[in-house]
């Protein structure tokens, strides 16, 4: 006889058998309650059913008997199966896989169709562009808008899928980040409760995991429709504070389409770069905020378009449209996932010919940098505001590296107030990520004036010097041609010592400042005492010529002022021997937003 007893204490709440049935292992004879949950006792054996040692309602003990039988054949009886759908799908599991769909594209033909009309992408198709396939994991994604008192729950889940945000943790370029789309197809891609919940939740999982995130920022702000919470003004919201905190500890990408104000562009000014398409528009508030702040009536597109918005300095990087966008934003992303393993360079020795051989005639800094650059891996940032200097994240032999450069085309390469800005906040980006900085310098200098002094410069400037010396990654320089003064030093991060290497092209030319106005300056009093204009001209040209010949790169290096004169077709051997291959990131707190 087999016995067959409580595998722990609970109550009777069914028997299923009575004595003289025949039953099979594994068929279910009792079901014990314990702990509110249901625990079927089965058949150790087959057999018939003997005694029956319980009562329904009865409290048992652990290891008491309940059922014996007398092992033998078992009864031909079908076994009792839990229903389920014809295509084998429980019903729960058919509910939460019919809510998920709702939220997807397929399932929302208007509002992609009016998305397509519009020229824009999803946020979903966005996404699905920006991850590697199959990688994507969405947060969230049966989140409705708290509006469960003006709204059924039926036209919620229609209408405002994952409360207007697509969020989640994916692959880009083999390197897990964070994903954060807000949908413009729900409520504008405002900003909701649960929507805020979301994102403080993605950001969390940014910081604890040091994952880049990508956010892309189209929406309306602020959403003053939610009903189902009691707030105020919800002024305690973290997201923008979680948000701030990793500036500086994880790359920081912002995209943004279409209209973009208030909460969402507080949130994009955050990052370490933004990429704007044509027709965007960003602005801290809102057509209905500047009306409402008795400001006047505006049109959505004059709010911050980008023929502002790019010159300005705000917008990094402009496309023509999402497509374009997500692309960008892969490519900048990979600069900071290590080195490539595939690269390949231009013929080295047109550089020897990348700067005129008459010192005073402008030349194409960019064509030098696409030269000493790996083939197509330069991305330039900011390329239409601070124009004297350019920015660039670039690759030297498959390693990532960024890149200052002074622009001989723009007041002759004289750094002004936008230029430091943009080159200082440039330096603490490199720094941050552990980049290092590869500085080709040809200055005049500082820019000087009353009109220049107008714009702050005293403090702007400094902003190079007071960056510059708190680099903890390496900076290697190359002085194309000038080399002058304040404004040298600061390309130099501080003094022609401070780079790993400082070397020279053949073409280079050093001073305390434009040698013309030095010995103008300097000699003022003897070119004075000259009556003649014929010989004090001169007499004026060969002291030019003189102070030409002492601030040769030459006659520098020979009193080791830089570290050499290098013959330009070996730029690249001096940046990949002198960097280290291994750089520590940066304990900065964060990068600088403008």
């Not at 030098?368 to 200097?389: C, M, Y």
């Given at each position: 006889m087999e016995r067959v007893v409580a595998p722990m204490q609970g109550t009777v709440v069914l028997i299923s058998v009575k004595p003289g049935d025949r039953v099979a292992a594994g068929q279910q004879l009792v079901v014990l309650e314990s702990m509110k949950m249901e625990h079927v006792v089965a058949a150790t054996t087959d057999g018939q059913v003997g005694q029956i040692s319980v009562t329904a309602g009865e409290t048992v003990k652990r290891d008491q008997v309940l059922v014996t039988i007398q092992p033998g054949a078992p009864a031909a009886a079908p076994q009792a199966v839990e229903e389920t759908a014809e295509d084998g799908i429980r019903a729960d599991l058919a509910e939460v896989l019919a809510r998920k769909a709702a939220g997807q594209d397929a399932n929302r033909p208007e509002a992609v169709e009016r998305r397509h009309r519009e020229g824009r992408r999803?946020?979903?198709?966005?996404?699905e562009d920006l991850c590697d396939p199959g990688t994507f994991v969405e947060y969230g994604a049966l989140v409705v808008a708290a509006q469960r008192q003006r709204r059924s729950m039926a036209e919620l889940v229609a209408k405002t899928?994952?409360?207007g945000m697509v969020a989640g943790i994916a692959e880009i370029g083999g390197r897990e980040s964070v994903v954060v789309a807000y949908d413009a197809t729900v409520l504008a891609g405002t900003q909701g409760f649960y929507n805020h919940a979301k994102k403080d939740r993605m950001f969390e999982l940014a910081a604890r995991r040091e994952l880049p995130v990508v956010l892309f920022a189209e929406g309306g702000g602020g959403r003053p429709g939610d009903t189902d919470v009691p707030?105020?003004?919800?002024?305690e919201a973290p997201a923008f504070s979680l948000f701030a905190r990793l500036s500086g500890l994880v790359p920081l990408v912002g995209v943004v389409a279409g209209r973009c104000f208030a909460g969402n562009a507080a949130l994009l000014g955050c990052c370490d770069v933004i990429i704007g398409t044509a027709g965007a528009t960003i602005g801290m508030g809102g057509p209905a905020m500047i009306e409402g702040g008795g400001l006047g009536v505006v049109a959505p597109e004059d709010v911050g378009p980008?023929?502002?918005?790019?010159?300005?300095?705000v917008v990094d990087i402009a496309v023509a449209d999402e497509a374009e966008a997500v692309q960008v934003a892969k490519k900048y992303l990979s600069y900071f996932s290590g080195p490539a393993g595939d690269w390949s360079t231009m013929d080295q020795e047109r550089l020897r010919n990348a700067?005129?051989?008459?010192?005073?005639?402008?030349?194409?800094v960019r064509a030098v940098i696409e030269l000493v650059a790996d083939t197509d891996s330069v991305l330039e940032l900011r390329p239409r505001?601070?124009?004297?200097?350019v920015t660039a994240l670039v690759r030297v032999e498959g390693r990532p590296m960024g890149l200052i450069a002074n622009n001989p085309g723009h007041l002759g390469g004289a750094i002004d107030r936008d230029a430091a800005d943009k080159a200082a906040r440039f330096m603490q980006l490199c720094d941050s990520h552990g980049l290092p900085i590869v500085s080709l310098c040809d200055t005049p200098g500082f820019m000087v004036g009353p009109e220049s002094e107008k714009t702050a410069t005293v403090r702007h400037f400094s902003r190079l010097f007071v960056t510059g010396a708190n680099l903890t990654v390496p900076l290697c320089s190359i002085v194309l041609r000038k080399a002058y003064g304040l404004g040298a030093m600061a390309m130099f991060g501080g003094g022609s010592k401070i780079p790993y290497a400082t070397v020279a092209w053949p073409t280079a030319e050093f001073g305390p400042m434009g040698l013309e106005g030095a010995i103008r300056l300097g000699f003022r009093r003897e070119l004075d005492a000259i009556t003649d204009p014929v010989r004090r001209k001169e007499t004026l040209e060969n002291m030019i010529a003189m102070a030409y010949e002492r601030g040769k790169a030459l006659n520098a290096a020979s009193m080791f002022e830089v570290d050499d004169v290098i013959d330009?077709?070996?730029?690249?051997?001096?940046?990949t021997a002198v960097l280290p291959k291994e750089v520590a990131r940066?304990?900065?707190p964060h990068v600088d937003t403008w």
């Amino acid at each position: 006889m087999e016995r067959v007893v409580a595998p722990m204490q609970g109550t009777v709440v069914l028997i299923s058998v009575k004595p003289g049935d025949r039953v099979a292992a594994g068929q279910q004879l009792v079901v014990l309650e314990s702990m509110k949950m249901e625990h079927v006792v089965a058949a150790t054996t087959d057999g018939q059913v003997g005694q029956i040692s319980v009562t329904a309602g009865e409290t048992v003990k652990r290891d008491q008997v309940l059922v014996t039988i007398q092992p033998g054949a078992p009864a031909a009886a079908p076994q009792a199966v839990e229903e389920t759908a014809e295509d084998g799908i429980r019903a729960d599991l058919a509910e939460v896989l019919a809510r998920k769909a709702a939220g997807q594209d397929a399932n929302r033909p208007e509002a992609v169709e009016r998305r397509h009309r519009e020229g824009r992408r999803t946020a979903r198709e966005n996404v699905e562009d920006l991850c590697d396939p199959g990688t994507f994991v969405e947060y969230g994604a049966l989140v409705v808008a708290a509006q469960r008192q003006r709204r059924s729950m039926a036209e919620l889940v229609a209408k405002t899928p994952a409360d207007g945000m697509v969020a989640g943790i994916a692959e880009i370029g083999g390197r897990e980040s964070v994903v954060v789309a807000y949908d413009a197809t729900v409520l504008a891609g405002t900003q909701g409760f649960y929507n805020h919940a979301k994102k403080d939740r993605m950001f969390e999982l940014a910081a604890r995991r040091e994952l880049p995130v990508v956010l892309f920022a189209e929406g309306g702000g602020g959403r003053p429709g939610d009903t189902d919470v009691p707030l105020v003004a919800m002024l305690e919201a973290p997201a923008f504070s979680l948000f701030a905190r990793l500036s500086g500890l994880v790359p920081l990408v912002g995209v943004v389409a279409g209209r973009c104000f208030a909460g969402n562009a507080a949130l994009l000014g955050c990052c370490d770069v933004i990429i704007g398409t044509a027709g965007a528009t960003i602005g801290m508030g809102g057509p209905a905020m500047i009306e409402g702040g008795g400001l006047g009536v505006v049109a959505p597109e004059d709010v911050g378009p980008m023929s502002v918005q790019v010159p300005n300095g705000v917008v990094d990087i402009a496309v023509a449209d999402e497509a374009e966008a997500v692309q960008v934003a892969k490519k900048y992303l990979s600069y900071f996932s290590g080195p490539a393993g595939d690269w390949s360079t231009m013929d080295q020795e047109r550089l020897r010919n990348a700067v005129p051989e008459n010192r005073v005639r402008a030349y194409d800094v960019r064509a030098v940098i696409e030269l000493v650059a790996d083939t197509d891996s330069v991305l330039e940032l900011r390329p239409r505001f601070g124009e004297g200097i350019v920015t660039a994240l670039v690759r030297v032999e498959g390693r990532p590296m960024g890149l200052i450069a002074n622009n001989p085309g723009h007041l002759g390469g004289a750094i002004d107030r936008d230029a430091a800005d943009k080159a200082a906040r440039f330096m603490q980006l490199c720094d941050s990520h552990g980049l290092p900085i590869v500085s080709l310098c040809d200055t005049p200098g500082f820019m000087v004036g009353p009109e220049s002094e107008k714009t702050a410069t005293v403090r702007h400037f400094s902003r190079l010097f007071v960056t510059g010396a708190n680099l903890t990654v390496p900076l290697c320089s190359i002085v194309l041609r000038k080399a002058y003064g304040l404004g040298a030093m600061a390309m130099f991060g501080g003094g022609s010592k401070i780079p790993y290497a400082t070397v020279a092209w053949p073409t280079a030319e050093f001073g305390p400042m434009g040698l013309e106005g030095a010995i103008r300056l300097g000699f003022r009093r003897e070119l004075d005492a000259i009556t003649d204009p014929v010989r004090r001209k001169e007499t004026l040209e060969n002291m030019i010529a003189m102070a030409y010949e002492r601030g040769k790169a030459l006659n520098a290096a020979s009193m080791f002022e830089v570290d050499d004169v290098i013959d330009p077709s070996g730029t690249r051997r001096w940046i990949t021997a002198v960097l280290p291959k291994e750089v520590a990131r940066a304990n900065r707190p964060h990068v600088d937003t403008w």
